[in-house]
């Protein structure tokens, strides 16, 4: 309905502000579309598998423009090694953010099998990165975009045919939809509204993690549940605002629980306190505003160490 109301919106009125009204309200439309294609990959939403597949694709793919087939790779890959800065996918955004000095020393991602190099453009960037945290998000749209289509090029996908016809599909809709607008200066505003507006998901993606303890090497199973507990931040929030948040807001308790249905993750939320607090794990919560003052404050930390190596060493230690 939300889909609807934004494109005839967008056909029907001549009015700049209403425009960027309803290039705002799409952003809204692809953060509700991501929700549900976290629910439909973790949990069938729908009747069966394959009309659960349709859900995925259509909200993922033809809605909102992302490879739901990369995104499960990837999500899967994050619950099994959460906070591991080898392994997390979720940790790995060099050259413009750093959550952990290790990545200084070049570590190797076992994810993209590849060498995540610091070098001076990225140190550079990282120096910065506390103040170019919001503005990036604004445009993270773009590296997910990037990432279905290298994925798809590159990997074997299940129903890879079925993905890169939704992806078309998205691609057709989308700029259709903004060529439609009376002139350039508009069509690049609604753009601009609906990708920024998704920066309330991607800083939701990373509040629950970005700030928390991390480590390097492979998950074990061993300490599988101590590492899970001690990488991870739930959002407080009242119970009204949990549509805003997706499930996200309970992050412990999802990750203990991937499959369960986010509309139960509340209830079952006094009985993982009572369990951490039997086993004497932590379960760190905070505001959303404080989440957000944690995680600028974590990566101002390492931005200024980042900037640190760019002094020169004194002679007398040389």
């Given at each position: 309905m939300l889909f609807t109301v934004c494109v005839y919106g967008a056909l029907s009125s001549e009015s700049c502000l209403v425009h960027l009204v309803y290039g705002g309200l799409m952003g809204f439309?692809?953060?509700?579309?991501?929700?549900l294609g976290h629910d439909s990959g973790h949990y069938l939403i729908m009747i069966d598998r394959k009309v659960n597949l349709l859900a995925q694709i259509l909200t993922g793919n033809c809605l909102a423009g992302i490879s739901i087939g990369w995104w499960k790779r990837n999500h899967?890959?994050?619950?099994?090694?959460?906070?591991?800065?080898?392994?997390?996918?979720?940790?790995?955004?060099?050259?413009?953010?750093?959550?952990?000095?290790?990545?200084?020393?070049?570590i190797t991602s076992k994810y993209y099998e590849r060498k995540l190099k610091f070098d001076t453009l990225t140190r550079f960037l990282v120096s910065?990165?506390?103040?170019?945290?919001?503005l990036v998000m604004c445009l993270a749209r773009l590296n997910l975009f990037a990432q279905s289509f290298v994925l798809l090029s590159n990997k074997p996908v299940p129903n890879r045919g079925e993905e890169i016809l939704g992806l078309l599909v998205f691609w057709i809709w989308y700029p259709l939809l903004v060529s439609c607008l009376p002139n350039w200066g508009e069509r690049v505003m609604f753009v601009l509204a609906s990708f920024s507006v998704t920066v309330i998901q991607h800083v939701q993606l990373t509040l629950n993690h970005f700030s928390t303890s991390v480590?390097?090497?492979?998950?074990?199973?061993n300490d599988c549940l101590e590492k899970q507990m001690n990488g991870m931040l739930n959002i407080t929030c009242s119970e009204f605002m949990d549509w805003f948040h997706g499930?996200?807001?309970?992050?412990?308790?999802?990750?203990?629980?991937p499959r369960l249905p986010r509309c139960h993750l509340r209830k079952i939320s006094p009985f993982v306190k009572d369990l951490c607090k039997k086993?004497?794990?932590?379960?760190?919560?905070?505001?959303?505003?404080?989440?957000n003052e944690m995680t600028v404050a974590t990566l101002r930390a390492m931005a200024?160490?980042?900037?640190?190596?760019?002094?020169?060493v004194p002679k007398n230690l040389v």
């Open positions: 439309v692809w953060i509700q579309c991501g929700w899967t890959t994050h619950h099994i090694a959460v906070n591991s800065l080898e392994y997390d996918p979720n940790l790995q955004h060099m050259p413009v953010f750093v959550v952990s000095s290790k990545f200084f020393d070049s910065y990165q506390h103040f170019t945290y919001y480590y390097v090497g492979e998950p074990r199973v499930g996200l807001q309970f992050q412990i308790e999802h990750h203990l629980f086993h004497g794990l932590p379960y760190d919560s905070a505001s959303f505003y404080k989440a200024l160490q980042a900037h640190d190596l760019t002094k020169p």
